[in-house]
């Protein structure tokens, strides 16, 4: 019992004290060589702030550089496509190009194959050597 009873006096008293420091004004708290609340020392509270201050620049170029990279990567895309756009119009334009060139050959031979079935020997076409 009295082991209780002295163990509930010493967790008020624990719990009274930390109360107390709850309490405890802002210029108590500030002094120079006093840690802050948060248990820090103003120099490692300066050290932080410097670190902090670091990183940010370190983040502020490396979103810059960022920017910069998927800008330029975006020109590269709308130049691929241009070109991709300018060489699938020439292979098409070619394509065409020798699609009517057949197209006219074959409307030639038609027209010397009819003739030359007609008996206009000037249109046959020339005789090919046997094989041997």
């Known amino acids: 019992m009295t082991r209780m009873i002295m163990t509930a006096t010493t967790a008020l008293a624990l719990l009274v004290s930390g109360q107390a420091a709850a309490f405890q004004t802002p210029a108590d708290a500030t002094t120079a ?22 990183q940010a620049s370190r983040a502020k170029a490396d979103n810059t550089t960022y920017a910069q990279e998927v800008s330029a990567a975006q020109q590269q895309v709308a130049h ?6 300018e060489e699938t119009a020439a292979y098409e ?10 197209a006219e050959e074959r409307m030639t031979w038609e027209a010397d194959a009819a003739a030359c079935k ?15």
């Open 118 to 132: 007609a008996g206009d020997t000037t249109r046959c076409a020339a005789p090919t050597k046997p094989p041997r």
């Open 93 to 102: 334009a070619e394509k065409a190009r020798v699609a009517a060139m057949s």
């Open 80 to 85: 691929d496509q241009t070109v991709f756009t």
């Open 33 to 54: 060589a006093q840690p802050a609340k948060d248990g820090t020392t103003p120099e490692e509270r300066s050290n932080t702030a410097r670190l902090n201050a670091e």
